[in-house]
Each structure stands twice: as C-alpha cells, then as structure tokens.
C-alpha cells in the first residue's frame, strides 16, 4: 500500500517534458514572428542564392549544405537567446521557476523546439535543391547531413540559452541578429571560405557555425580539407563552455 501511494506521488517525468515540449512547439507555431521567418528564411535565400543566382553546377549542392547550417542555428538562437530573454522580461520565466514543473523541462522543450523546427529547415532546403536545382545525392549523404545539421544545433542552443539569461528583453534581438548573421557569413555559409581574405579565414576557425559547416561539407567532398576531430572538438567546446555560463548565469540570477 505504501509503494502504491509513494507511486502516485511521484511525477511522471517524462509526460511533463512531452506536454512542456507540446505547449512550446504549439506557442511557436502560433507565432507568426517566429515560425515563418525561422522557415521561411532559408528558402528564401536558397532560392536566391542557390538557384537563380548560381554561378556554377556545384553551387546549389554547396548553398543547399551551408545553408542547412543557417538554417539550424535560427531557432537555437531565437528560441533561447530571445524568447528565454523576453519571458524573464515579462515575468513569466519567474512564474515557471516557482511552479512544480522541474526547471530541466524547460530547457529540454526548448532543444526539442529548436531540434523540430531544424528538422523541418533542413527538410524543406533539401526538397528545394532535389526539385529546383537537380542536387543529386547518394541516400545516406542526405541522412549524414541531415543528422549532422540537426544535433550540431545544440551547441548554438547553449550560446542562446546564456544569451537568453544575460541580455535584457529590449535588447536581445537586435544582439542575437548581430550575432547570427554576421556568424553565418563569415563562417563560409553564403559563399566558400576560400574566397575570403586570408585574415578572415583565419578568423572563421574561431566561429562554431564555421566548424560545422566543415563537417557537412566532408560528407560531399566539398570541404577545405580540415581535421574532422577538429571540428567537432571546437562544437563539443562552445557546447560544454556556454552551457556553463548558462548555468553561472541562472545561479546568479537566484541570488539577486
């Protein structure tokens, strides 16, 4: 009898984070602001970029790899630098810590919208560049890539989950703007690396969107040639040091 009553005492863990996940997936895809630039974006670009403006027969197979990156980094980005941002602004990240909802809910709903929306990027660019731009490649290049784009949004959920928790409301979206786009350009996701100055090529290896670009590109033979270990040591990095100071940064705001 005890054991029956200490059962139903105990939460279900993970029908919390299934229906925490449910309500963020359902509050992103009711905002507007959100979810149609997040999936709108990349497309847009690709078909500039990677199909009416191509300047030759590989640029859409190298566009469509890079800008699976662009297109992953969005909603780790915006989904925790701004929202977690925008919530703590409005009072209402304080009424989920006060709640009985255990705080690692919210962070893995969080990476379960961000890991869903990437899924859907990542699956709409490949369709464009099968329909549109006749890339052809062998199934399990699709697979690598696709599974390679989605978990490498993971460290960029951590750079926004500390953005989130540091920058004030007001703010946070110009800054995390200023961060992704510049990001995605100077990591080699617009157009190759190679065709930088070498000052800003040397830069690109400290930019995590750079490294995970490298490892997309491996997988159709169109990378610059770098250590694969190499790169994922760097996301493995930006992963454990930004979740840190996300931690740091949650701890300090307890004790204010």
């Not at 690709?46 to 992953?72: L, R």
Request: aromatic share 14%; glycine share 6%.
């Amino acid at each position: 009898m005890y054991h029956s009553v200490q059962n139903l005492n105990r939460p279900n863990l993970s029908r919390i984070y299934y229906l925490e996940s449910k309500i963020q997936l359902l509050k992103m895809v009711r905002t507007l602001g959100f979810s149609i630039p997040t999936l709108l974006f990349p497309i847009i670009f690709y078909t500039f970029f990677g199909i009416i403006f191509s300047m030759s027969a590989s640029m859409p197979t190298y566009v469509m790899v890079t800008y699976a990156v662009f297109g992953i980094m969005g909603p780790a980005l915006f989904s925790f630098g701004v929202d977690i941002a925008i919530e703590r602004g409005q009072g209402w990240f304080d009424m989920k810590e006060v709640s009985p909802m255990p705080a690692s809910a919210y962070i893995v709903s969080r990476v379960v919208l961000a890991l869903i929306f990437s899924l859907i990027v990542v699956m709409l660019l490949f369709s464009m560049a099968a329909l549109f731009a006749d890339v052809r490649l062998e199934r399990v290049q699709w697979i690598l890539i696709a599974v390679i784009s989605i978990l490498g949004a993971l460290p960029f959920c951590a750079i926004g989950m500390t953005l989130g928790l540091y920058l004030k409301s007001s703010s946070a979206p110009a800054i995390v703007n200023l961060i992704y786009l510049p990001m995605s350009i100077l990591s080699g996701l617009w157009m190759p690396i190679n065709f930088f100055p070498e000052y800003l090529q040397y830069f690109a290896n400290i930019l995590p969107a750079y490294h995970l670009a490298q490892i997309n590109l491996k997988v159709i033979d169109m990378d610059i040639g770098g250590n694969l270990w190499q790169h994922i040591s760097v996301l493995l990095a930006y992963l454990l040091i930004f979740t840190y100071l996300a931690i740091v940064a949650y701890y300090k705001k307890d004790k204010k």
